[in-house]
Structure formats: C-alpha cells, structure tokens
C-alpha cells in the first residue's frame, strides 16, 4: 500500500512539473510573437538526395519591414514604393550552387500577386555565411547597342520575377527583359535562356514604304524569330530587301519598332552581381537578404 502510494505521489509530482514546461514554453513562444512570427510562415529550403538532387533550392523568402509603412514612396526614386511587408517579394529557387560557374549560379525572386505598388530591388544586399556578398544593382530598361544606357532602379511589380545572377552581364549590363531580347541570346550565352518569342520582322512594318515586295516577305518571314541574318544573302533579293534584312533585322529596331507596345515588358528582370566566384556555398550555405538601412531582411539555411 505505502509502495502504491508513493508512485502515485511521484506521478502527480511529473504532472506538474510537465505542466509547469509547458506553461513556460507557452509564454515564451507567445512573447517571441506567437502565430505571427515570420519563421512559422517562412517555407523551408530543402535540397532534394541524391540521385534526385538537381542543383535547386526551393522555398520562399519574405521581405520584411524596414522601418517604412507599405506603401510609402522610396526617397531615393520619388517614384516606386517599398513594398516591405511581409511576403512582399520571395525568393522562389536557388540554381547552380553546385556549378563552379558564376554565370550558372542565379537566384529567382518573385514579387506577391497582392503587392499594390511596384517592389524596388536597387539598393537591397545579397550576402552569403561569411557576409560576402553585394547590393542588388540599377539596371537599363533596354539595352540598346551603339549608345550610351543610362541605369535606373530596378523594380517588381506585383508577380514580376528577377533572376539575380551571380556573376557578370553577357552584355555588361543588369536590364529589364522585353520582347525582344531574344536577339541577345544569338551570340552570347545566357542562364536562364531569353525567351525566344521575338516579334516578327514584318510586324508593324508598312511594306510598300519599305519597298518590300512579295518575294523579299517570303524570305523574311523564313528567318527563325530573334534571329540576325549573318550568311550570304540569295542574288535574286533587291538592294532594298537586303537593306532591310541587314539594317532592320536586330534587337535595337525591334525595340524601336515595338517599345510602345502594351505587352514590349515581359515582366522579368536580369540583374548581375559581377562577382568572378560562386557566391553560395555548395555544400550548403545561410542566403540573407539585408535592407538599405544594413538591417536583415531575412535569412535560409539550405
């Protein structure tokens, strides 16, 4: 009876003292922030085992506030606002860490469907473990050949992406990417591809001022899209067909022709750190993203 009686007494004793754990973890769970802490929404990074393992790192990263309120106009621009609450931009993979190439290694950000304004990117810092890293640069809205491309801060509206790219620019420049930047793609190597949906040639063009008679149509609209003409052209073309195919075919008149367009922005970005070595580790590294004020906007571990 007495040996029944003293493991009831300890049992009761256990009970309490688990309660008393729980009471705690309770308040200091509820002073940290409670159902509203970001790291309860925040998506965990995970690499995939091999043999599966590609390279990608999935999850999402939140921008955070920065001492601004949402929707405040950023005083550098006086034209884009902050965006900075919470989910405002994500990080939606992470490419190429396993690559020793720094034009292969590339982030995508993606700005939230419920932002209400444009989110900026100039200005915010990408660091790895050991704080290396770089602050996101400005970029040209056309990259035009031939003239000078004055920069300007880039920007997200809402579900806009950004491939952010380790290292340097095949073209010298961070750009926003539009219609027809698949040009860029014909002699130089980009990561990811430009898209290759380039408008045609003939698009837009009146033909009779052009001198472009039915033959010269025919051979144009022959020419695989986003592509410039470098072999010999046929004899039996006119002067003024192979002018225009020689002068008029390319990214720049492209962009000339069709910069007014409603749907000339694709709604994505290629910005370029210029970093000539792999900035995540690839064996796992800690990604943060850190504000203009130096404030850490959020970090992942993969």
């Known amino acids: 009876m007495?040996?029944?009686?003293?493991?009831?007494?300890?049992?009761?004793?256990?009970?309490?003292?688990?309660?008393?754990?729980?009471?705690?973890l309770f308040i200091v769970w509820a002073s940290t922030g409670g159902p509203e802490r970001e790291?309860?929404?925040?998506?965990?990074?995970?690499?995939?085992?091999?043999?599966?393992?590609?390279?990608?790192?999935?999850?999402?990263l939140s921008i955070l506030g920065t001492g601004k309120a949402d929707g405040q106009t950023d005083e550098t621009t006086g034209a884009f606002s902050n965006e900075t609450g919470k989910g405002a931009i994500?990080?939606?993979?992470?490419?190429?860490?396993?690559?020793?190439?720094?034009?292969?290694?590339?982030?995508e950000l993606r700005a939230d469907t419920q932002n209400t304004a444009p989110a900026l990117l100039s200005g915010l810092r990408l660091q790895n473990r050991a704080g290396f890293?770089?602050?996101?640069?400005?970029?040209?809205?056309?990259?035009?050949?031939?003239?000078?491309n004055q920069t300007a801060p880039a920007f997200l509206s809402p579900d806009e992406r950004a491939y952010i790219t380790t290292?340097?620019?095949?073209?010298?420049?961070?750009?926003?990417?539009?219609?027809?930047?698949?040009?860029?793609?014909?002699?130089?190597?980009?990561?990811p591809a430009l898209p290759q949906?380039?408008?045609?040639?003939?698009?837009?063009?009146?033909?009779?001022?052009?001198?472009?008679?039915?033959?010269?149509?025919?051979?144009?609209?022959?020419?695989?899209?986003?592509?410039?003409?470098?072999?010999?052209?046929?004899?039996?073309?006119?002067?003024s067909c192979k002018e225009f195919i020689l002068g008029k075919i390319g990214h720049n008149s492209c962009a000339a022709a069709h910069q007014n367009d409603?749907?000339?922005?694709?709604?994505?970005?290629?910005?370029?750190?210029?970093?000539?070595?792999?900035l995540w580790g690839d064996e796992g590294d800690i990604i943060q993203l850190i504000d203009?004020?130096?404030?850490?906007?959020?970090s992942v571990i993969y």
């Open 2 to 24: 007495e040996k029944s009686i003293g493991n009831e007494a300890s049992a009761t004793k256990d009970l309490f003292l688990l309660l008393f754990i729980l009471v705690v």
């Open 39 to 60: 790291a309860a929404r925040s998506g965990v990074f995970i690499k995939p085992p091999a043999p599966v393992d590609t390279g990608e790192t999935y999850g999402s």
């Open 90 to 107: 994500r990080i939606v993979y992470l490419m190429g860490a396993q690559s020793s190439n720094p034009q292969k290694e590339y982030i």
């Open 133 to 148: 890293g770089t602050k996101l640069p400005e970029a040209v809205a056309v990259p035009l050949f031939g003239s000078v």
């Open 167 to 191: 290292g340097n620019s095949p073209v010298g420049m961070s750009f926003r990417v539009n219609r027809c930047s698949g040009y860029l793609e014909q002699f130089r190597d980009f990561t």
């Open 197 to 239: 949906s380039c408008p045609s040639p003939l698009e837009g063009v009146d033909r009779a001022a052009a001198n472009i008679s039915a033959e010269c149509a025919q051979f144009i609209s022959r020419i695989p899209r986003c592509t410039i003409v470098t072999a010999e052209l046929p004899d039996e073309l006119t002067p």
């Open 262 to 278: 409603a749907n000339f922005y694709t709604g994505e970005w290629r910005i370029f750190l210029g970093i000539d070595r792999n």
């Open 292 to 298: 203009r004020n130096g404030s850490t906007i959020d």
